[in-house]
């Protein structure tokens, strides 16, 4: 099912129509589709064209001037890898459907790819128009399982500025950590934060799979759910970069921050899915600023059965890299 609703010309249709079909040529190498389609219907330069694809199953409905809606129509999903490892574990690493919290939710994309396997998911997104474009996943699907939940996680509750994306990737909005403050000329809004253990004791279900995209603001999310962390062990996928890196010495030092003992693989690309490699040390690739790579932790406690379900996990040692 595809549905694209605006006004183009021939030309621009046959571009957007191509682009799309190499993204889905999965058979080749994702760089080699990635070099293609951005040839053909740039991201920075796609009009703000209305869409509706399948996706996993469900109706994505977005627009074409959105990066991670241009993925969905392009590539088939945002990141690839990540979406088919999440899809996985969340379907057949747990004994039955676990509670999954969606942190720096953003569109949608990732909760609508967790609310069919899900018992319940929690979507953490403090900018109310990326709200409102999950609740129109949640309307369009008619799903009863997920909350969307108006604010960020930190490690208090309070109010912080928040600088809203300015570009076509609606997820580089970022929260100033404590001592850094914005640029003079950066407009800014205060947004809400709350804390994940101060959420559970209120009476949210704690998570068993979690999932957190926040722009370097993880390692703060991360001590305000110590508790949660040690008592719920979830399975945490995340993105790592170099504050983050810098703060754990590259996540041998996990244990201090979560309380329990994590193992961490890098998730990688591959044709038809996704690989995972121990996470070693990628300090002179994290060197560059904003360069970010995508992290899977397992449980000591989980590793059993996640390594029947990763089988590259299986061939691994169980221990905190």
């Avoid at 703060?220 to 790592?240: C, F, K, N």
């Avoid at 002179?284 to 899977?296: E, K, N, S, V």
Wanted: glycine letters at 8%; a neutral charge.
């Amino acid at each position: 099912m595809t549905q694209v609703a605006a006004r183009l010309t021939n030309s621009t249709k046959w571009r957007i129509a191509t682009a799309s079909a190499i993204g889905h040529a999965h058979l080749l190498p994702f760089s080699i589709r990635d070099r293609a389609v951005r040839l053909l219907a740039s991201p920075e330069f796609c009009p703000g064209t209305l869409f509706t694809v399948d996706f996993f199953g469900q109706r994505y409905s977005g627009q074409l001037d959105s990066f991670i809606d241009w993925s969905v129509f392009m590539f088939g999903a945002y990141e690839e890898a990540v979406a088919k490892l999440m899809v996985k574990v969340v379907r057949e690493g747990f004994p039955a459907p676990p509670v999954a919290w969606d942190i720096g939710a953003n569109c949608g994309h990732h909760t609508l790819l967790l609310a069919p396997h899900a018992k319940e998911v929690h979507a953490f997104e403090p900018l109310a128009s990326l709200c409102d474009s999950i609740q129109q996943k949640i309307q369009e699907n008619n799903l009863r399982n997920v909350k969307i939940h108006r604010f960020g996680l930190g490690d208090r509750i309070t109010t912080r500025p928040f600088l809203a994306p300015t570009d076509r990737n609606w997820g580089s909005g970022v929260f100033y950590p404590d001592g850094k403050l914005p640029p003079g000329d950066a407009v800014t809004i205060d947004l809400p934060l709350s804390t994940g253990d101060t959420l559970v004791a209120a009476g949210t279900s704690a998570p068993q799979f979690l999932k957190m995209d926040i722009q370097e603001f993880e390692y703060q999310a991360l001590v305000g759910m110590h508790d949660i962390i040690r008592t719920s062990q979830p399975i945490i996928v995340l993105e790592y970069g170099r504050l983050l890196q810098e703060r754990t010495s590259g996540m041998r030092r996990t244990r201090d921050l979560l309380g329990i003992d994590y193992s961490w693989y890098v998730i990688k690309l591959a044709v038809g899915g996704f690989r995972l490699k121990p996470l070693e040390d990628v300090r002179q690739f994290l060197a560059q600023p904003y360069t970010f790579i995508d992290i899977i932790g397992i449980p000591r406690e989980r590793a059993e059965r996640l390594s029947k379900v990763l089988s590259v996990v299986s061939n691994e040692t169980p221990g905190e890299r």
